[in-house]
C-alpha cells in the first residue's frame, strides 16, 4: 500500500542545520518532493528529487534519497526563523501521496 | 494570473447545504487535481483531471462529491448535503501535462461546516 511517514515534530536553534525525515513504501516512486506550508497558506513547492538520483543540492537546501531503504531527507542548512512551517514529503506513483508532515520551529 | 488561484478563501456553511468551490489553474496547465486536507494531516488525493475529463476520481470519499472542469480550465468541486465531517481545507493544483510534471497549488479553500 501507499503509506508515507514523517516524524511530527522538530525544533532547531536559529543558525543550525536542520534535517527532516520522511519513508515512503512504494519503490515505483517517479518523483519525490518537499513541499513547505506556512499557517495558512496553500502548499509552496521547495524542491524535488527524482527516483533514481541519490542527492540533490539548491542552495541551502540538500535532498538525499536512500531508494533502497526509502528513506529520504531534506536538510536546511543555516536555519532561520522564516524557515519555521509544516514541511510536507511526498511520493508520485499515478497520484501525489503525502506525508502527515513535519512541523519545523526555529527559536533564537 | 501568475498561479494557481482559489475562491472562496473561506466557506461557511450550515450541515446539510450545497457548496461549490472554485479553482482557476495555471494558465496552459492541461492537469487539474482536488485535495482535501484535514487539520493536522497532509493533503489527501480526491479527484484528478486531464483537460476536461476526470481521469483519476478514486479519492471521492462519496456520491456527494463531485467535481467538473466543462472548458479543461477553470474547475469547480461540488459537495452536496454536507455534512461537518467535510470541514477541512480543500487545495487545487495543476501541472503543466500530467501527473508526472511538478503540482503547483493554490492557497486552498477553508470550509466549515456548523
Known amino acids: 500500500g501507499e503509506d508515507v511517514e514523517q516524524s511530527l515534530f522538530l525544533s532547531v536553534r536559529e543558525g543550525d542545520s536542520s534535517v527532516i525525515n520522511c519513508t515512503y513504501t512504494?519503490?515505483?516512486?517517479?518523483?519525490l518532493y518537499w513541499y513547505k506550508q506556512e499557517p495558512g497558506a496553500g502548499l509552496q513547492l521547495l524542491t524535488y528529487i527524482f527516483s533514481n538520483m541519490d542527492m540533490k543540492q539548491d542552495q541551502r537546501l540538500t535532498v538525499l534519497l536512500n531508494k533502497k531503504d526509502k528513506h529520504l531527507s531534506l536538510r536546511i542548512a543555516d536555519t532561520q526563523t522564516g524557515d519555521s512551517a509544516i514541511y510536507f514529503c511526498?511520493?508520485?506513483?499515478?497520484?501525489?501521496?503525502f506525508g502527515t508532515g513535519t512541523r519545523l520551529q526555529v527559536f533564537p | 494570473g501568475a498561479g494557481v488561484s482559489q475562491t472562496p478563501s473561506n466557506k461557511v456553511t450550515e450541515k446539510g447545504k450545497y457548496v461549490e468551490l472554485r479553482c482557476d489553474p495555471i494558465?496552459?496547465?492541461?492537469?487539474l487535481y482536488w485535495y482535501r486536507q484535514s487539520l493536522g494531516q497532509g493533503p489527501e488525493f480526491l479527484i484528478y483531471f486531464q483537460g476536461t475529463g476526470a481521469a483519476d476520481d478514486s479519492g471521492l470519499p462519496n456520491d456527494r462529491f463531485f467535481a467538473v472542469r466543462p472548458e479543461g480550465s477553470v474547475s469547480t468541486l461540488k459537495i452536496q448535503r454536507t455534512e461537518r465531517g467535510d470541514s477541512a481545507v480543500y487545495l487545487c493544483?495543476?501541472?503543466?501535462?500530467?501527473?508526472?510534471?511538478?503540482?503547483?497549488f493554490g492557497p486552498g479553500t477553508r470550509l466549515t461546516v456548523l
Open positions: 512504494d519503490s515505483s516512486s517517479t518523483y
Open positions: 493544483a495543476s501541472s503543466l501535462v500530467g501527473t508526472t510534471d511538478t503540482q503547483y
Open positions: 511526498a511520493e508520485i506513483t499515478d497520484k501525489l501521496i
Open positions: 494558465s496552459g496547465h492541461t492537469a
